[in-house]
């Protein structure tokens, strides 16, 4: 019933690093390996704000605000998404949701981020 579990998040300092994990229980191979997955965020009172994708092929598109600091990648026979995410800045605090970029699906919960200054 659960789509999409986030995991990973947690405080960290200005300039530390976080890697985020994506599952997705409901979702069969054939279609984990061909979707387009991204990772998104969201800061209160603000709208929700696409931060990085990747394709079956393995292409990925980050948002210019992350570009060169973090990193999207996925494991097929895991079924799961990752985002490394470096040189951590409060700016990118807020919750990370993980969802299909070409096929929107019911969100999960998401994980909290929170950068100190």
């Known amino acids: 019933q659960v789509h999409l579990v986030e995991s990973g998040g947690g405080l960290v300092q200005a300039g530390g690093s976080l890697r985020l994990s994506c599952k997705t229980p409901r979702m069969i191979l054939s279609t984990f390996t061909s979707a387009i997955m991204g990772w998104y965020r969201q800061a209160p009172g603000k709208q929700r704000e696409l931060v990085a994708t990747?394709?079956?092929?393995?292409?990925?598109n980050y948002a210019d605000s992350v570009k060169d600091r973090f990193i999207i990648s996925k494991d097929n026979q895991k079924r799961t998404v990752y985002l490394q995410m470096n040189s951590l800045r409060p700016e990118d605090t807020g919750v990370y949701y993980c969802?299909?970029?070409?096929?929107?699906?019911?969100w999960g919960q998401g994980t909290q981020v929170t950068v100190s200054s």
């Open positions: 990747i394709t079956g092929g393995r292409n990925t």
């Open positions: 969802n299909r970029e070409d096929r929107e699906l019911p």
